[in-house]
C-alpha cells in the first residue's frame, strides 16, 4: 500500500462500522475499494467468499477484478464477489427463485423483450409512446410502487392508464416466467423484505459490502444495500454528490443523506486530493460546482502545477464547430509526434445527435474515432432476433431465446399458450422447447395453437438436423426464408426503418457465411463464437489508437489528456428540457463530470447559430461559462477577442507541416 494519502489509508483501514467515502473525481477511489478488498482478506481475515464489491457497470467490476488481481493471488481471491448490483440480484433471484414463484431457468428479457410486450399491449401506438410507457414503469419499479400501488395514487388519467398497462405487463412476464431488467433488483429486495430466513442467510453470507458509485443507487438499490449490510452497517459506500448525473432513470442523490439517517454512527472520510488534471482545470471545476446547494462540500486539489488555460472558442455554425476542433487535434498530434496518440482525444457532448458532424469532419482528414456509448451491432433488436434461432440451434434449453424466436415473428403463439408451457416447465422442471416436444404439454393447447406450435417445432427440429452439416451461412439463409424475416421486417417497422434492419441482418448473415467458409465451423460453433464477443465486445478496441466520441454520460470514470467539451450553448448545454423543467443542478453536475475528464488540455467550444429542422436557431454562449473564474480561461473567436488562431499558431503549424514535408523528401 505504497503512496496512499493520509485519507486514502484512513478509509482503507476503517473496519469500526458503516463508512461513506466521499470521493471526488479523479481521487483515487478504485483503489482505495482495490486496496480495501486486500485488506480485508490479507489483515481482516475475512474470507473472500464473503466479500462483495458492487458497481454499476459491467466494465467498472472487469476493472475492479483486475486490479485485485494484481494485488492478490487466485486462492486468494477464491469466491470473492465483483460484480454489478443487476448481476448479485440476478444470483439471489436463481438461488430463491422457489420462494419468488419461479423456476431456476427464467427468462431475463432486454429491453427490446420488454419494450415488444408494452406496445402489444398498448396496441399500435408508436415507438414514442411506447419508450415513455417502458421509461415510467421503469422508474415505478425502481422506486418499489407495485401496480396496484400506482394505481391507488393515479391523480391523472395518463397515470391510472400507464398503471393499468404496468399491471398486465407484470402479468405477462409471470406468465412467460421472465424477468426484465429492474425485476433482477426489485424481485429480490422484495424477497428480502418479507423473508427473514433468506434475508439473514444472505447476510450471514455477503459479512462485507463495498459499494461503488452510491450517488446513482436508486431506492430500489439503496434498499438491496441496506437489507444485506442488515443493523451493523458493516460496508463501504463510495460515493460523490456532485458527480450525480442519473437522476432521470431512477438515481437518488439523497441516498448519501439517508445513509446520515440510517446509520447514525456513519463515519465520513473525504478524498480531495485529485491525481489526474492540472490545478487550473480543477479551480474551474470547483468553481462551477460551487454554484450547486452542497451535500457535503468538498475542495479537489492536486500538485500537477497550474496547467494550460482552458480555451472557449466561439464558432460560427456546427460545421466550423467540428473544422475547429479537428484542426486543433490534427495539429496539436503535429506538434507532439510519436508523444501524442489519437486515443489521447476525447470530444464530449450532451446528446447523440451531435456527433454526425464531428465523424464527418474525421473521415475528411482520416483521423481514427471511436463512438462510445453508442448502440453495438449485436445489440440491435433485429440481430438479436436472428441470433435467438441460433442459439436456439446451439442449445435448445435456452428459454430466452425460445420466447424470442417462437413469437418472432408472430405466428399464432399468444400469451395463453406460453403460460401452459411455462405451467408445464415449471412443474415438470424442464425447459420450454422440452415442454414443447411433449404431447402432454400440448394437449391442454386449443387446436389452432397447438398446430402453430407444432409447425415451430418441426421447423426447428428439421435445422437442428441440419445445423451439425450444413455449410452456415447457407442455413441460416435458409432459415430465414422460411420464417419469412424479411417480409416480417418490411411489415412493422415505420419507413425506411424495416430495410434498413434487414441490411444488418444481410451482414451478418454474411460475416456467419464467411466464419462458416474460412473457419470450416457449423453455426454450432459459430454460436459459441458469438456469445463469447458479445461479451467480450468492446474490450480489446479500448488500446486502439483512435479519437474518442462519447457523450457526457458515458463519458463518466473516463480520463484523457486533451478534452474538447463542444455544443456549450443554452438550449444545448444546458439542455432546453432542463431548464424549463428547473433541473439545472443536474446539468452542471454533468459539467463538472466534463471538466474533471480532462488531463493536461480542456477546450470548449459554443455556436453562435445551428440548423434544426431546416432553419437556423441562434445560441448564446452556456451559462456554466460564465461560472468559470475568467483568469483561469481564454476566450477566442469572439467579438473583440482573441482569433481562433493566432499568428504565432499559425505560424507554428505551417512550419510543422514544412518540416514533415521536407523529411518524407529526404
Request: proline content about 3%.
Amino acid at each position: 500500500m505504497l503512496n496512499l494519502n493520509p485519507q486514502q489509508h484512513a478509509a482503507i483501514h476503517y473496519l469500526d462500522g458503516p463508512l461513506l467515502v466521499l470521493a471526488g473525481a479523479g481521487s483515487g477511489k478504485t483503489r482505495v475499494i482495490t486496496e480495501k478488498i486486500a485488506y480485508l482478506i490479507t489483515q481482516a481475515h475475512y474470507p473472500p467468499h464473503q466479500i462483495a464489491a458492487i458497481t454499476f457497470t459491467n466494465k467498472a467490476a472487469r476493472e475492479m477484478q483486475e486490479r485485485v488481481g494484481h494485488l492478490l493471488t487466485k486462492p486468494q481471491t477464491r469466491g470473492l464477489t465483483v460484480c454489478t448490483f443487476h448481476s448479485l440480484g440476478m444470483r439471489l433471484l436463481r438461488e430463491e427463485a422457489a420462494a419468488a414463484g419461479y423456476k431456476k431457468q427464467f427468462s431475463i428479457l432486454d429491453s427490446a423483450d420488454a419494450g415488444k410486450i408494452v406496445g402489444e399491449l398498448l396496441g399500435s401506438s408508436g415507438r414514442e409512446m411506447v419508450f415513455k410507457a417502458q421509461h415510467q414503469i421503469s422508474l415505478w419499479k425502481n422506486d418499489l410502487l407495485t401496480p396496484e400501488m400506482v394505481i391507488a395514487q393515479a391523480e391523472d388519467p395518463w397515470t391510472r392508464q400507464i398503471g393499468q398497462l404496468y399491471a398486465s405487463y407484470q402479468d405477462t412476464l409471470i406468465s412467460y416466467q421472465a424477468v426484465d431488467f429492474d425485476d433482477l433488483i426489485r424481485i429480490p429486495v422484495i424477497l428480502l423484505q418479507q423473508q427473514a430466513d433468506i434475508r439473514y442467510k444472505w447476510q450471514l453470507r455477503l459479512r462485507y459490502l463495498l459499494v461503488d458509485e452510491c450517488q446513482d443507487t436508486n431506492t430500489c438499490q439503496y434498499a438491496m444495500m441496506r437489507l444485506l449490510t442488515g443493523d451493523e452497517g458493516k460496508f463501504t459506500a463510495v460515493g460523490d454528490d456532485d458527480q450525480s448525473i442519473y437522476a432521470w432513470r431512477g438515481a437518488n442523490m439523497e441516498n448519501l443523506r439517508l445513509l446520515q439517517q440510517d446509520y447514525p454512527n456513519l463515519n465520513i472520510i473525504k478524498l480531495e486530493q485529485n491525481y489526474r488534471s492540472s490545478a487550473r482545470i480543477l479551480r474551474v471545476a470547483n468553481q462551477v460546482i460551487a454554484n450547486n446547494p452542497k451535500l457535503f462540500p468538498k475542495t479537489l486539489w492536486s500538485e500537477y502545477g497550474l496547467g494550460e488555460m482552458i480555451d472557449v472558442i466561439a464558432c460560427n455554425n456546427e460545421e466550423h464547430e467540428a473544422d475547429v476542433v479537428v484542426s486543433r487535434i490534427a495539429h496539436q498530434k503535429l506538434v507532439g509526434g510519436e508523444t501524442v496518440k489519437y486515443r489521447d482525444f476525447a470530444i464530449l457532448y450532451r446528446g447523440n445527435h451531435q456527433a454526425r458532424v464531428f465523424e464527418e469532419a474525421l473521415r475528411s482528414r482520416r483521423i481514427p474515432y471511436k463512438l462510445s456509448g453508442g448502440q453495438s451491432f449485436f445489440d440491435k433488436a433485429e440481430i438479436k432476433d436472428v441470433l435467438a434461432y441460433i442459439r436456439l440451434l446451439a442449445n435448445p434449453d435456452d428459454d430466452p431465446a425460445f420466447l424470442r424466436a417462437v413469437t418472432t415473428p408472430r405466428r399464432g403463439v399468444g400469451e395463453t399458450t406460453l403460460a401452459k408451457l411455462n405451467n408445464y416447465a415449471k412443474v415438470a422442471q424442464c425447459s420450454l422447447f422440452t415442454a414443447a416436444s411433449s404431447m402432454d404439454a400440448i394437449a391442454e393447447l386449443s387446436g389452432k395453437s397447438r398446430e402453430s406450435l407444432q409447425q415451430f417445432m418441426a421447423l426447428l427440429n428439421d435445422y437442428q438436423c441440419r445445423a451439425q452439416h450444413d455449410d452456415a451461412g447457407i442455413l441460416l439463409q435458409d432459415l430465414l426464408k422460411d420464417i419469412k424475416y424479411e417480409k416480417h421486417l418490411l411489415m412493422v417497422e415505420e419507413g425506411r426503418a424495416g430495410e434498413i434492419k434487414w441490411r444488418n441482418v444481410q451482414d451478418l448473415m454474411r460475416w456467419i457465411g464467411k466464419k462458416g467458409s474460412e473457419d470450416g465451423k457449423n453455426i454450432v460453433e459459430i454460436a459459441q463464437t458469438i456469445a463469447l464477443m458479445t461479451l467480450l465486445e468492446g474490450k480489446e478496441d479500448e488500446e486502439a489508437d483512435m479519437v474518442t466520441m462519447s457523450t457526457l454520460h458515458a463519458s463518466k470514470g473516463l480520463e484523457y489528456p486533451y478534452v474538447f467539451l463542444v455544443g456549450c450553448e443554452e438550449g444545448v448545454f444546458p439542455h432546453a428540457d432542463s431548464v424549463q423543467e428547473d433541473n439545472i443542478d443536474e446539468e452542471r453536475r454533468l459539467m463538472y463530470v466534463g471538466i474533471t475528464r480532462a488531463r493536461q488540455m480542456l477546450t470548449l467550444t459554443h455556436c453562435h447559430k445551428r440548423k434544426r429542422a431546416g432553419s437556423w436557431e441562434f445560441h448564446e454562449p452556456s451559462r456554466f461559462i460564465e461560472e468559470m473564474p475568467a483568469e483561469d480561461i481564454r476566450l477566442l473567436g469572439r467579438k473583440n477577442s482573441e482569433p481562433i488562431v493566432s499568428q504565432a499558431e499559425g505560424k507554428s503549424i505551417l512550419a510543422s507541416m514544412m518540416a514533415r514535408l521536407n523529411e518524407k523528401q529526404s
